[in-house]
């Protein structure tokens, strides 16, 4: 409800007979105390109309259920023939018309400007080599640039392709710089200055590991080997005369493993070449250990050592193992499973209590002492 306030000084209504109040009646508004229109008009009743009464057809008594195997009476048996002779079968499926068969929509998107071309899209996709289907790649039988890069000993994959997208590499006179690039076996490869120079300031490492230290990531509360490359570990004898730089040790990881119990020759490089050649799966080289053991190995049990003993179900390389003196043996293997020295012993009757690793390839530990590390020489080979 609306109140209608008076301003200040304005006059009430009068109540005097003959004048004329403040607020005049709308005649468009209704009088609120007579009745509407449309209630005053007389309302007319309409009669409802009754159902006629349904006549109650005769009911016929109901046939009795037919005993199961028995005959169907010959008149529904003929309206049941005539019902199926009048029926058309169905089409099989693949007689029936393709459904839209003269529409020649694309498949995918259908916009004219995207390039696609009315009446032939769905037909031939020769026609519009815009959306064919992607060439497979040429010649897929011939070696990526990277993997024969490797196979050559030019660097390792990584630094392959680090050297083709710097534009370090030309195959035949020609530069390459596209990763993925196929080329024939005779293909001639060379690297840059570049690529050469930046292989020369990459180092590698020959470390004496002490027991306690573990090869690769610190486990088991043992720290890893590379913490003993610093400069006070440095070998004073070392022949390279090479000035240590943190630089160094950036990307450093050791090339093959060696027990937390085992002493001796470990390698950490920089050069993925080096890695390869060591622990790469087509790797030959050579690691030579001085085992000492206990217990008693007889002829047949050294026989196997050399050649016929198996772990975890794969059969090993053959070894070079002979007597070193009475208690210790020389270990000569092609291969680095895990703890495979130890196990191999174990396999005929021996207990390792001390693994000493003197050389890798023809890099020999020499005069390096216990926990000192030295830098590989220049013209050094494994």
Not at 304 to 325: R, T, Y
Request: aromatic residues 4%.
């Amino acid at each position: 409800m609306t109140t209608l306030k008076l301003k200040p000084g304005a006059a009430a209504p009068s109540k005097t007979p003959g004048k004329s109040p403040v607020r005049r009646a709308d005649p468009a508004k209704r009088s609120r105390t007579s009745a509407p229109e449309y209630v005053k008009a007389p309302r007319v009743e309409i009669a409802e109309a009754k159902p006629a009464p349904a006549v109650q057809a005769e009911r016929k008594p109901r046939p009795a259920p037919a005993k199961p195997g028995a005959a169907k009476p010959a008149a529904k048996r003929e309206s049941h023939q005539a019902v199926a002779a009048n029926k058309k079968p169905y089409a099989k499926k693949e007689e029936r018309p393709r459904q839209f068969a003269d529409r020649d929509t694309p498949r995918r998107g259908g916009k004219a400007r995207d390039g696609f071309e009315q009446g032939t899209f769905n037909q031939d996709r020769n026609t519009n080599p815009k959306f064919s289907p992607k060439p497979a790649p040429s010649q897929p039988e011939l070696p990526r640039l990277s993997k024969r890069m490797a196979e050559l000993g030019l660097c390792s994959r990584r630094e392959a392709d680090d050297f083709i997208a710097n534009g370090w590499v030309t195959v035949n006179g020609e530069v390459v710089d596209v990763l993925g690039t196929r080329v024939a076996p005779d293909a001639e490869i060379k690297v840059s200055k570049e690529a050469q120079k930046h292989q020369s300031e990459i180092v590698t490492i020959l470390l004496h590991k002490p027991v306690g230290y573990v090869s690769g990531q610190a486990e088991d509360g043992y720290e890893p080997a590379v913490v003993l490359v610093n400069p006070e570990n440095h070998w004073d004898e070392d022949p390279t005369q090479i000035v240590f730089k943190r630089g160094h040790l950036r990307g450093l990881a050791p090339a093959g493993r060696l027990d937390i119990d085992s002493t001796g020759l470990l390698v950490l490089t920089q050069d993925g070449r080096v890695a390869r050649q060591l622990i790469g799966e087509d790797s030959t080289t050579e690691k030579e250990y001085l085992v000492r053991v206990t217990g008693t190995l007889s002829e047949d049990g050294l026989k196997k050592l050399n050649f016929g003993l198996s772990l975890d179900g794969v059969k090993l390389k053959p070894a070079k193992v002979s007597w070193q003196n009475e208690d210790q043996l020389r270990f000569v293997l092609r291969e680095g499973r895990k703890r495979q020295i130890r196990r191999m012993c174990e396999l005929v009757g021996l207990t390792v209590v001390g693994l000493k690793r003197v050389r890798i390839g023809s890099v020999v530990l020499g005069k390096l002492p216990v926990g000192t590390w030295r830098y590989l020489r220049p013209g050094e080979r494994f």
